[in-house]
């Protein structure tokens, strides 16, 4: 039995990962993939906690999670394909300006 | 018969109806209807005061006091104590003038049919006539001075009014009516300032106004004579709500609502009668006639000094020695009456033209003839008297007044006869003879001869208004034939107004030297004429004789029998005012009626209408029969057919003081004999045609030892010039300083300009730069640019990177953990 603890902190590391690939990354893909790892992180603090507790909210709201988190990935791309046909790049820093 | 009184609301009312018509349709009615409406309401008037008199006649003259209906009260001020109703007052004094006012003033109006016959603002002249009717009876039915008050402002107004009547005369004589209106006007402001201290004294010192209170008796001693000697006599009126009180408290024993006094000989003869004036429209049955046990009083001894009228109250407060208490000073009754009356003196100088505000009455001859007639002859200028006479305790009671209202009087007589002598203008030796012989009246009043001084008033009401109307009739027929004579006989029936004829010449219609031989031009106006000269003149037996004679008689008895210097004083003055008044009125008729035409306008001029001639005959029969009013006892079997003393003792029942005078023979017969004889030397000087000497000029004025007299007299003693220096003058004086220096230079260029522009300015830019600029539009703007500096400043953290907003994001939610943490770590 894996203590609630481990994931806890697998969970933060993973949180903190995310975070850091939102921050630093610049290409639009990988920035989309470093949020679904926050996402995940905090799934799986959800699962732990739901295990724990023996509760079935936390598993619950994971599958809620994980159905927005597929949306908003397929509206995301889609947006990221319409920017990259208009500036041919998908770089968000140049990205910064209302216009075009 | 107890509401007869009543009757007394109407007398007022009539001539109200009939100016309100003509004032508001009277140009759509025409000039036929307009004047018989006015002559109407004259007339109605007329008759109410016929009634009133049989009134009196048949109550045994009991006086009446009337609330007239929709008046009840009039200055109510609970709070200080001040009630003065609106009542009238029905008794021989206010019933004798209502006679005169509404009968000669009903002749004038029909005289003014015929005398303003074409003029333009016919309907208008009647709607003053009515006007002034409504005042004049306001005044003398008054039963406290506040009326009296009303009317008398009313009637000087209405005679403003008439006076610039013809205000739009061509050639400036419109513009010199109205500055005599003006002046009527103002002198007559001074006058009324003494009437209105004198109210105000009156008031302070008795706390009411009413002459008598409904219930008192006014005349106590002629009461009591009447009731010894077994005649019919009653005074009295159902008490008003406030009188009852003490009426019933006096005689708990009948209970009855309604108690009447009346005043019985003592055997309860049939004769008794009693005047009701039922209070609030209640009619108060004549239970009082038949009732024995009602009791029945001989004076007023059962009424408290408060609830006594003005005079009562005087009578009681000067047997007990009472002091009058004027707030930090008090002073003793005597005195105050002595003011009071004094202050009366000066209004009645002024409405009565004595010396010293005589000088509007000759210059109110502007006014059209009827007007001079009606208002400043007959009837207002006689309210002085009238208003003397009324408060004849007040004048018996203060010596020293007396003898100062006899020195006016007879100074003014004398002084005013004067000047009649020396006068061109037909009207205005009329006007000079009116304030003489309103002198005379005053000066009887000042001598204590109060029925004398009614009786002169009401039969010089007749004969000068006679006069008057004369003068005017004259002056219609010199106007017409100096029309005629202008139009080479076409205008003889061209009626154009009165003013057209001024507007062709500057001939003047009025004046005498114009005039001549008229008496065949115009013969009943001659006849008629002739017998008010001889009425005024005093040629017995008209009835100038027997009111001057009484006036004289009395005057001479009140120094013989009181030790009266006035008297003395007055006899030798009045004596010779009225060898003056004869001189100056036989020099009139001949230059107007005897010698030869002088113009061909008066050789053209032809006797008036019926209408203005009806009017000069009945006046003529009243100024030769009026005298017989009054015949005196014992004089050639005349009170044998007459009767004795009728009017003084129709009076003395209301006039306390009046007295009858005494027949003087010597007397009688010194002035006649000196009225004959003044007659007999002005035909001298002025007949067989030199009335108007070459030069145009006066006979008198061309001798070398008379002319300086005549000049002077012809000057008018410069009592014109005399107030124009003294006054006039001065006061234009400090007009114009006040009106240039202090006002323009000063108000104007120097405040105006100087200190208030200035200030403003200075206000204005401190206000607008500092204040405005600086303050409220620096706030308003700084309030923008600090939005926009510290909006551009914040516009630099939207950068538009989504990094940027990631990591303040990320701060952002640590910050809130953090916040939310650090409870926990503290524990």
Redesign the interface.
Known sequence: MVQTEAFVMLSAVLFILG?MG???R?NAIL?FMSVELMLNAANLALVAFAKQWNQAEGHLFVFFVMAVAAAEVAIGLALIVAIFRTKQSIN??E????EG | MESYPQLVTLIVFIPLIGMTINLFFGSRLGERWSGILGSGAALLSFSVAILLYVYLRNSGYAAAVVNPPFFDGWIRIGSAGVEIPWQMRVDTLSVTMMLVVTGVGSLIHIYSMGYMHGDARFSRFFTYLNLFLVFMLILVTGNNFLMMFVGWEGVGLCSFLLIGFWFDKANGVGWRNSLAARKAMVANRVGDFGLLMAIFLIFWTFGTLDYYRPGEIASVHWVEAQAAGGEHGAEGAAPAEGEAHTAEAVAPAEGEAHTTEAVAPAEGEAHTTEAVAPAEGEAAAAEGHSAPAEPVYLNNDHILTEQLGVFGQAERMLEEKREVDFGPFSLPIETVIVLITLFMLLGAAGKSAQIPLFVWLPDAMAGPTPVSALIHAATMVTAGVYMMVRSNVFYYEAPFTSLVVTLIGASTALMAGYIAIGQWDIKRVLAYSTISQLGFMVAAVGVGAYGAAMFHLVTHAFFKALLFLGSGSVIHGMEHGHHSVSHHGHGHDDHGGHDEHHEEAPFDPQDMRNMGGLRKKMPITFITYLIGTLALAGIFPFAGFWSKDEILADSWLAGLTNNNVGGYIAFGMLLVAAAFTAFYMWRQMEMVFFNGPRTEAADHAHESPLTMTIPLMALGALSLLGGFFNTPANVLGLDRIFGAHIFTSFLQPTVLHAHAGEFQPVIAIGALSLAIAAIFLARSIYGKGKSVTEHNSDPLAERAETGMIWRVANARLYWDETYFRLFENPFNKISVFLADTLDWRFWHDYVHNNVIAKGFNAIGGLLSKPVDLGLIDGTVNGVGALARWTSGKMRRSQTGYVRTYAVTLMLGVVLVIVILLLPMLQR
């Open positions: 975070a939102v921050l630093l610049r920035l968000i820093d990205m910064h300006k209302m």
